[in-house]
């Protein structure tokens, strides 16, 4: 499937994915939502124009819309996981992409962090895959859902990771096992199961899905399991330190339960399905967002909005807060990761990663501008290291695969090319898949020849520099 980076063939692309989306079908969702759409109101593929001294909040290098977003364990990193079927691997300072791990066949649906530097990802292939510290294969492949994983979340301890899948059921997982293991099986959903929360005791597990069930049950055995049925479908669910539940509906209401499931409190947010909640760490704040509705920050005592961030492009996917509650990652449409200050609403700055500020802040040529869509993944000078990508320092003339100490995919060392200004702009213009196939490139192409000409003049130029 192609995820061109020109807005134009955006809006096609929204059609052909929209009938894998990982939330059922809801009235005049995604589909009436986008056609209508037309290139002009697409946002910039290249990100908006910024004065010097601006603050960069974006991070870039997805080929599809940013699905999920979890943020690791060690407080320096998040993974996003896209519609591209790439996880990308970020740091936070600087932001750059330090890994590209290609596993998924298709969407990926669901991250959750685990302890020791891990995390756990869920596709739409049905699969979930564990991944370790640099590992760029998975240390363990858990199989057994037979549709879509739509969500992923780990026990307190980290010992159990917990899939929810559009086979209506819920599986527990052995981290710490070797894969093959049966999983725990859990039933009772009449539908896909869009959410999953432990309680903070790790004993019972809440889930959530399209038949409108919010299930608690017990993970040991003991008590039956408790339900309550709501009006609507439930898209995602979380559970706060002390074990009140909160539930994000395709009814545009984010509901607030008791741990035993009575409805306490409520907070319309008047638009259109809501697709994501996350609590802050002190479990204060619950952030939300959905398909028609900027993320909203509710406070989770007044159960009142305290804040409303507008910028990303809707439908936002996914939300997470960093480790110690200080900014809020939002992934949705437009393929960038963003972060938001979550004191004040705003974009939350740092040190997005620049080749060389004055490269791409400033520099007047047209082909930095295009070259904002590489700079997450890829050095430049000579000074630059390896990233998510290879370094292009020295790029024209260099045969493929052959920067020095980058874990190149099989697939790229294969083939036989040399990188000239024609090479590369031909594999933005048939993009990565079809160019170099096998490659864990995200997907991307670059529709206007212009763009492709004023990007390979400007990499000519710059690649060579040795200062
Ligand atoms: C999300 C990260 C990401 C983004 C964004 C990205 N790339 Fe890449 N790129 C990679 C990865 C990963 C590889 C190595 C692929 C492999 O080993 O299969 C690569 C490989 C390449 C190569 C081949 C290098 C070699 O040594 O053979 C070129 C050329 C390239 N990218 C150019 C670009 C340009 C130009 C852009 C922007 C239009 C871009 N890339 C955007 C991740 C990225």
Known sequence: ??????????????????????????????VAQTAGTTP???????????????????????????????ALDDGRR???????????????????AMHVLKFHDSTVNALATLPGDCFASGGEDARIALWCGDGVTPRRVFGGHTAPIATLTAS???????????????????????????????GGHSGPV?????????????SAGYDGQVRVTPVAGGPPARSVTLPAPVNAVAATRTGEIVTAGADGLLRFFTSELQEVGAADLGGGPLTTVALSPDGRIAATAGLRTAVTMIDVATRKPTSEILGPGLPVWSV???????????????????????ATGKPAGGDIAEAGPEETANDPHPGARVFRACKACHGLTVNDVNRAGPTLHGIMGRRIAKAPGYPYSE????????????????????????????????????????????LVDWLAERSRKTE
Request: hydrophobic residues 45%; aromatic residues 6%; without cysteine.
């Open 1 to 30: 499937m192609k995820m061109p980076v020109g807005a134009g063939l955006l809006s096609l692309m929204w059609l052909s994915v929209s009938g894998a989306l990982p939330l059922p079908p809801l009235a005049g969702m995604v």
């Open 156 to 186: 307190p301890d980290g010992a159990v990771l917990a899939s929810g899948s559009w086979d209506h059921t819920v599986r527990l997982w052995q981290v710490g096992g070797s894969g093959a293991e049966e999983a725990v099986t859990i």
């Open 320 to 342: 997470a807060f960093s480790r110690d509650g200080r900014v809020l990652f939002t992934g949705g449409a437009d393929r960038a990761v963003r972060r938001w200050d979550t």
């Open 78 to 96: 998040i993974v996003t996981g896209g519609f591209d079927s790439a996880i990308i691997v970020w740091g936070i300072s600087p932001a750059l």
């Open 411 to 454: 697939a790229l060392r294969r083939l036989d090319i040399e990188w000239s200004k024609e090479t590369i702009a031909r594999l933005f213009e048939i993009g990565p898949n079809a160019y170099l196939p096998g490659t864990k490139m995200p997907e991307q192409t670059i529709s206007n020849a212009e763009d492709r000409k004023a």
């Open 194 to 206: 869009n959410g999953l929360a432990f309680s903070p005791d790790g004993k019972s597990l809440v």
């Open 40 to 70: 002009k109101e697409l946002p910039d593929p290249f990100g908006p124009r910024r004065s010097a001294g601006e603050v960069l909040s974006e991070m870039r290098g997805h080929g599809g819309p940013v699905r999920a977003i979890a």
